[in-house]
């Protein structure tokens, strides 16, 4: 039976050898899994296999060039050894189709990724043509194919995507290694898009060999490698090259930095681009360059550094703005001294900014929508922190030095800072050299306070700043000192530094009352300041402020009596104040009395000069340092008597010119006409001590009449120096009588030394009682035409002699002693 089955066998194996060597034809055959047509297989010593069309219901694996000559490599020996002729005029899968013809030692390939013709030489195969069609890859030259070890040497020239070069290559099983050298092109866009694809190069290094960074006229001195071409792993890529006319693109967005040649070196798996003469909007980046490192490994980084003197802040904000990373709302357009890295880390993606941006000059410098200047800006930048190592902020209000950190990823930072200036329109501030700590917050666009002030402010857009305990900073504000603030709060709102408005609440010791004698020391007053000026207004209406067209700051004063001593009025002031009174008084402190002008304008700048209206007559004071001058014209009785304290003298005008340094040395004049001369008191006294002496009984002038004595003109001509006010010449002329006076008065110990003389120009009856002691006039004698009176002790404690002696020592003491006294006050 086993000798049967045997027997059938090999029956069956010679009717097939039979049938092999006569060959054996199919026109076609058809399966789930194939389909052929026109098949035709004979063997003579070799096989014979030609087929007009083979088509396979399956995508083929071989999908790159590399791949389907990896596959020819490791089938050609068996080609070569059992077939004889072979011929596949069409073979397809679902994915790709090609040609195969191997006939009399010459092999053709032609397919989808590859165009092959060799020639089988003994055990070597040597390639007549070779195409890659994926790199555009055409090789001219000689390739030795080793089949039964699978490598092959390769040396020619290749051109690939318009790139011309001269080659050399091995494949030894898996390995390829090769060289490239003396390589030209005008682009390299095509080629890089085919080897990312073929050498799973990561998408983002590839844009930046051809997309980020493009060139004219590459030209490729070495390009060195090996790859697995089966896992498509890059063992080592070395090479040197150089392009022209050259650009740096960092975003689409962005303008190019432009260079005008660039060298690449590829090494260590990293690839160095040095930028050569490059520049950014037509400024200099010299120093610049760009590298990429692990290029085949898993930690992949961009590294951009950009070096320049001439950039800006300006012009590098957008470049780091497109990496997300945001300098906050500082700029410049200023030349600045830049070095910044870019370490892009591509996965996961990443990005860290380091550098330093910095300038010594006076330049421009923004906070947001605020500008100021600066003359320093030392200024680091380390990943997400700034560091400003040294800083000037700087405006026609400021001067401020600062150092500290800004941390750009909570947008919060602290700094120490030297105000150096720091002043307010309408001096509602002046900060000199101080230091302190300041907080920055810019996630509230650029809000700085300092709690050493109570300060909050917000420098961009919409200006505000706050100060709830003005307390902090009442010393640092010379129009709040002048007002002898003491407390209170402030709030500013406006679009800038030159116009802006607000509120203030403040609490005053500037002794100011109100016309009941009532304290005025607290008000909220509102105010809007321009470039043009300065206004403010109180709630209570009794004060409005406004800077003049000159530069001053005039404070309208309604209903109000200011204090006003000379120590203070002689002082410069900081504020250059004009005071505007309308039905308002002056307090005057050295005197404690208070004068009432229907108005006045008072300006305090290098001292006061004040004038004051009385209507009809006009009083003006001018105090400076070493220097005081009055000049009053046709005052009325009411200014002199609110200036003595009572009521001494009735209708009349006064005139006053008064010139010296102080209320201490001065000399004066002193005019009046058609007045009465009052003095109630010192009239019952002056009676009193007539009637005591007998001789006097017979002075009976008009002018002693119940308004006083009646006086056509009057004028005193004095001069003080020191203690001792020195009475030159006293005239008042009557009607009837005229009174003449010298002398002086030491106003230190109240020493009086004074001579009197009473002239009659004639008689009359019922006058005694009518006589008044005017500045310490004393009149009496006996039935004659003129009277002299000499007056000595104190005014305290007078003492007087007269041509009449005994019937003035018959005069009681008290009468004398008080008819002197009263009118002390007048040479005060």
């Not at 059992?82 to 090609?98: A, G, Q, V």
């Not at 001269?166 to 080629?191: C, G, M, T, V």
């Not at 950039?311 to 700029?331: C, F, H, M, R, V």
């Not at 305990?469 to 800038?496: C, H, M, R, W």
Request: proline residues 2%; contains cysteine; glycine residues 6%.
């Amino acid at each position: 039976m086993k000798k049967n089955i045997l027997l059938f066998i090999l029956m069956l194996f010679l009717c097939g050898v039979v049938f092999l060597m006569q060959g054996i034809h199919i026109s076609s055959f058809k399966t789930p899994y194939f389909s052929l047509e026109n098949l035709y297989f004979k063997l003579e010593k070799k096989f014979i296999l030609r087929l007009e069309s083979l088509h396979i219901n399956t995508s083929r694996q071989t999908d790159s060039s590399t791949e389907e000559l990896e596959t020819f490599f490791q089938n050609a020996n068996y080609i070569k050894i059992f077939f004889k002729e072979l011929i596949f005029d069409k073979i397809s899968y679902e994915n790709n189709m090609f040609t195969l013809t191997y006939f009399g030692d010459k092999f053709t390939l032609d397919s989808d990724y590859v165009t092959l013709i060799a020639t089988f030489d003994d055990a070597k195969t040597k390639v007549d043509e070779l195409l890659l069609k994926d790199f555009d890859f055409r090789f001219n030259g000689d390739i030795n194919i080793d089949v039964s070890k699978q490598n092959f040497d390769l040396n020619g020239s290749i051109s690939s995507f318009d790139i011309n070069a001269n080659i050399s290559a091995r494949l030894n099983k898996r390995i390829l290694d090769f060289e490239i050298s003396d390589a030209r092109a005008a682009s390299i866009d095509d080629f890089m898009d085919s080897l990312a694809k073929n050498i799973d190069l990561d998408e983002e290094i590839k844009k930046w060999i051809h997309v980020y960074i493009k060139a004219k006229n590459y030209e490729i001195y070495s390009f060195k490698g090996s790859i697995d071409i089966k896992s498509k792993k890059i063992n080592r890529l070395d090479g040197l090259a150089h392009a022209s006319d050259a650009s740096l693109f960092l975003s689409p967005s962005l303008k190019g930095v432009l260079f005008k040649s660039i060298d690449i070196k590829l090494a260590n798996d990293s690839l160095n681009f040095t930028l050569n003469e490059p520049s950014f909007e037509g400024k200099s980046l010299e120093g610049s360059k760009v590298a990429i490192t692990n290029i085949t490994g898993g930690n992949s980084h961009i590294i951009i550094d950009l070096s320049s003197n001439e950039i800006s802040l300006d012009d590098a904000k957008p470049i780091l703005t497109n990496y997300d990373i945001d300098l906050g709302l500082l700029g410049s357009s200023a030349p600045t001294t830049i070095t910044l890295r870019l370490d892009i880390s591509l996965k996961p993606f990443d990005v860290r900014a380091d550098g330093n941006f910095a300038f010594n000059t006076k330049s421009p410098l923004r906070i947001g929508e605020a500008s100021f200047y600066s003359t320093i800006l030392d200024l680091d930048l380390n990943g997400t922190v700034l560091n400003f190592k040294k800083a000037n902020l700087s405006s026609d209000f400021l001067d401020i030095d600062f150092v500290g950190e800004l941390d750009l990823s909570s947008d919060k930072g602290t700094l120490d800072t030297h105000i150096k200036r720091l002043d307010l329109e309408g001096n509602l501030l002046n900060i000199k050299n101080i230091k302190t700590t300041a907080k920055l917050d810019l996630a509230k666009d650029f809000e700085l306070s300092i709690a050493d002030f109570d300060f909050v402010g917000n420098f961009s857009g919409k200006k505000r700043l706050s100060i709830n305990n003005l307390s902090k900073v009442i010393q640092y504000s010379p129009l709040l000192s002048e007002l002898n603030a003491t407390a209170g709060s402030f709030k500013l709102d406006g679009d800038d530094f030159t116009n802006f408005g607000g509120a203030f609440e403040l609490f005053f010791n500037f002794g100011l009352k109100d016309q009941n004698q009532n304290p005025y020391n607290h008000d909220i007053f509102t105010f809007l300041v321009a470039k043009e000026g300065f206004n403010l207004t109180s709630r209570s209406g009794n004060i409005l402020a406004k800077n003049s067209k000159t530069g001053k700051l005039e404070v309208f004063v309604n209903n109000i009596i200011i204090p006003i001593n000379q120590q203070a009025a002689s002082k410069e002031s900081k504020t250059n104040i004009t005071y505007i009174g309308k039905n308002s008084s002056l307090s005057l402190s050295d005197f404690n009395r208070t004068l009432n002008f229907k108005a006045f304008r008072a300006d305090f700048g290098e001292g006061l000069d004040f004038t004051g209206d009385y209507g009809n007559g006009q009083l003006n004071v001018v105090l400076k340092p070493n220097h005081l001058k009055i000049n009053g014209t046709n005052l009325p009785d009411t200014s002199i008597n609110d200036f003595l304290g009572g009521k001494f003298i009735s209708h009349g005008g006064f005139d006053i010119k008064l010139e010296g340094r102080d209320f201490k040395d001065f000399t004066a004049t002193i005019n009046a006409k058609d007045t009465y001369f009052l003095g109630l008191k010192a009239q019952q006294n002056l009676l009193a001590f007539l009637d005591s002496i007998p001789s006097l009984i017979i002075f009976k002038v008009n002018d002693f009449t119940k308004k006083g004595f009646e006086a056509k003109t009057a004028q005193a001509q004095l001069k003080k120096q020191g203690d001792l006010l020195q009475i030159d010449a006293l005239a008042i002329k009557g009607s009837n009588a005229d009174i003449y006076g010298t002398g002086g008065i030491n106003t230190d110990n109240k020493d009086i030394k004074m001579q009197l003389e009473l002239h009659l120009l004639k008689t009359a009856s019922s006058v005694i009682a009518n006589i008044p002691i005017i500045n310490h006039i004393l009149l009496g004698e006996n039935q004659a035409a003129s009277t002299l009176i000499e007056v000595s002790g104190t005014y305290d404690d007078p003492k007087y002699t007269s041509t009449v002696a005994v019937d003035i020592l018959s005069t009681p003491f008290n009468i004398i002693k008080n008819t002197l006294s009263l009118p002390a006050n007048l040479f005060k």
